[in-house]
């Protein structure tokens, strides 16, 4: 056994009855599950792996190799900075002329070209709007491949699509602020279709709460989210959002 080898840790959260999918996921990657936290709705997974050694040697290498580059820069820097003078006729640009020959003098200046009017600004995708999203939202796996080119095509844009809270926890160490995660239709924590959307680290000040909403809200709710798409961690297969508006329904 090798007791030289130095480890690198990661924990991830997991949805409760996806463990061991998500510990096969970073599995493939090299890492071995080593603690499970079971929580109510989710569970942290603690993963390790072993670092590669660092080839010395190569670096060794690769650094005398640039040591030689930058002598080399040098030389050509100090050839061109103190060589031969340019003959100033061939270097200047010579005059652009127009069609029938004539010199185009600096005074004169082609027609600007008519410039290209943008489109107007799309609304919301939404499950009427859009094919896509619609097939999105109930799809049966929540780490589908379609996910992950959804938000990569659509990065940007703004969704709007009728909701419910999954999950409700504090943001690290604070009373106000949150991780929620929320699931399209009306299901709540018991939801199984479309991806795991995700606010993090927001306050209901965030949320942009419209309507007649309560003092607070809380797992099982029901929304009309309207939010902007943001990355999607694809090793969580956590789909964030930036919430635009949240209408409690």
Avoid at 133 to 145: G, I, T
């Amino acid at each position: 056994m090798n007791n030289n080898l130095r480890y690198e840790s990661k924990t991830v959260q997991a949805i409760r009855g996806t463990e061991s999918k998500v510990a096969a996921k970073w599995a493939g990657d090299g890492w071995e599950l080593i603690a499970e936290d079971r929580g109510v709705v989710r569970t942290s997974l603690t993963f390790r792996r072993a670092r590669p050694p660092v080839p010395w040697r190569l670096v060794a290498t690769g650094g005398a190799g640039l040591v030689a580059l930058a002598l080399v820069i040098g030389v050509i820097v100090a050839f061109t900075a103190g060589g031969g003078t340019t003959n100033p006729s061939s270097s200047a640009s010579p005059a652009s002329t127009t069609d029938n020959g004539q010199d185009n003098q600096s005074g004169t200046t082609s027609p600007p070209s008519t410039p290209t009017s943008l489109p107007s600004a799309a609304g919301p995708l939404t499950a009427a709007t859009s094919p896509e999203f619609a097939a999105l939202l109930v799809v049966n796996d929540y780490c589908d491949p379609s996910i992950g080119a959804f938000a990569a095509q659509n990065a940007g844009a703004i969704l709007e699509f009728d909701a419910s809270i999954n999950s409700m926890t504090k943001h690290g160490s604070y009373d106000t602020r949150y991780d929620i995660l929320v699931a399209a239709g009306d299901a709540g924590t018991s939801a199984s279709a479309g991806p795991a959307f995700k606010f993090e680290d927001v306050g209901l000040a965030d949320l942009n709460l419209a309507g007649d909403y309560p003092e607070a809200i809380g797992e099982g709710d029901l929304l009309r989210v309207t939010a902007t798409v943001g990355p999607l961690d694809q090793a969580q297969c956590l789909f964030y959002l930036d919430p635009v508006e949240t209408l409690v329904r």
